[in-house]
């Protein structure tokens, strides 16, 4: 049966219908297009158009409502707001000038007072620290996500930013101290700054996370399938939700996992507060307007499971120290490995072979310690104990 016989018996639109009918929708979408760039040119007024700033929460707003926040503006010493082209960063150092010089990065959900109990124990033991908030958590703001992604490279001039505002000379070198995703950030930077890092050491950390933990909910939210504001709204609610149990972080890797419970509720710092990651992370959802949109877009472009090539640099970088001992940087020739033996986030054994597999055996040093995903909060004192360890050689 040919068209035109089907057409006639069956009394459907002409040719010349069934053309305005399929291209009237595209040319109608073309002519907003239009409409609308023709409005911005009209209006345009000769000076760029910077992107959105998600402003992080501010010292006049918290002041009425100070005991309800568990994470207070003057939480740890040291503290400075630093202006960087992308909004302003919190960051806090202390310590011995003349001591060791660590930096500490984060993960993808608590903020740096992740690391309170960690760095008051290595001040003690004469070091300087240096705590800083990623963009979008804490009180670091947050730029637009739609237009800067939070990668590697947002990640590194954030970094930069931070270690030139301090008035010691971090640019000389500096210990490398990263956590979950902030493990993640570490390895790629120092892989990208060798000369930088004077010794890495990563902590329960993304960057090797094998991609089948990802769950089917998240592959199918964070491929772009949905508008930025639908996933934004269905991220915040399973984030706020989600902090109330567990540690939000599991949220990215697997429906089927259960992050450390326990873990989630104990107390970050130990002056009697009873702040922990869960009630933080439930804190940034309703107080800090980038929280959510910044979260989404580190799952999405973060290094999280895709740093293989990095880590293999490090590796090179690594076995070219032990044959050339006047290389700058990872003076130990290895990086520091510590990971929770109770992790349900990034597990342990995998996560060990995946390291000395993509690194080589002898340019990783690997301790599994009590603990789970909250490693740094629950089980400081071993952590401390086996890094001070790292760097006197004696592991």
């Given at each position: 049966m040919n068209l035109s016989a089907f057409t006639t018996r069956t009394k459907l639109p002409s040719h010349r219908n069934w053309y305005i009918t399929l291209t009237a929708p595209i040319v109608g979408c073309l002519a907003a297009r239009l409409l609308t760039k023709l409005i911005s040119a009209a209006s345009y007024t000769g000076v760029p158009h910077r992107p959105k700033i998600y402003h992080a929460p501010t010292q006049d707003l918290l002041t009425s409502r100070e005991d309800d926040i568990p994470y207070p503006p003057d939480a740890l010493p040291g503290g400075r707001d630093v202006s960087t082209p992308f909004g302003k960063t919190r960051v806090y150092e202390w310590g011995a000038e003349s001591g060791r010089k660590i930096l500490f990065v984060h993960g993808i959900s608590t903020p740096?007072?992740?690391?309170?109990?960690?760095?008051?124990?290595?001040?003690?033991?004469?070091?300087?620290?240096?705590?800083f908030d990623l963009f979008g958590r804490?009180?670091?703001?947050?730029?637009?996500?739609?237009?800067y992604r939070q990668d590697i490279g947002l990640f590194s001039a954030q970094i930069f930013a931070v270690l030139s505002s301090s008035k010691v000379n971090w640019m000389e070198g500096f210990t490398m101290a990263g956590y979950s995703l902030g493990g993640g950030i570490s390895a790629d930077f120092c892989s990208y700054y060798p000369d930088l890092v004077e010794s890495l050491v990563l902590i329960c950390p993304g960057g090797v996370t094998r991609p089948f933990k990802i769950s089917a909910v998240s592959k199918l939210m964070y491929n772009d399938l949905f508008p930025d504001w639908v996933v934004n709204w269905w991220m915040g609610r399973t984030l706020k939700a989600a902090s109330e149990v567990k540690h939000a972080v599991a949220e990215e890797i697997s429906d089927d996992h259960r992050a450390h419970a326990e873990n989630s509720s104990f107390p970050i710092f130990e002056n009697g507060s009873k702040a922990s990651a869960a009630?933080?992370?439930?804190?940034?959802?309703?107080?800090?307007p980038g929280f959510v949109p910044s979260f989404v877009s580190s799952v999405k472009y973060a290094p999280i499971h895709d740093g293989h090539h990095r880590w293999r640099i490090i590796g090179e970088r690594c076995d070219e120290k032990r044959k050339i001992s006047q290389t700058r940087g990872l003076k130990e020739g290895k990086m520091l490995l510590l990971l929770g033996q109770q992790d349900v986030v990034i597990s342990s054994t995998e996560t060990a072979e995946d390291a000395a597999s993509v690194l080589g055996e002898g340019n990783v040093c690997t301790r599994i310690?009590?603990?789970?995903?909250?490693?740094?909060?629950v089980n400081s004192d071993e952590c401390v104990q086996v890094m001070t360890d790292f760097w006197a050689g004696l592991i």
């Open positions: 740096c007072v992740v690391f309170a109990r960690l760095a008051e124990r290595l001040v003690d033991r004469g070091h300087r620290v240096m705590l804490g009180y670091s703001d947050a730029p637009d996500p739609s237009v009630t933080v992370v439930a804190w940034q959802v309703t107080a800090h310690l009590q603990g789970g995903h909250d490693l740094p909060t």
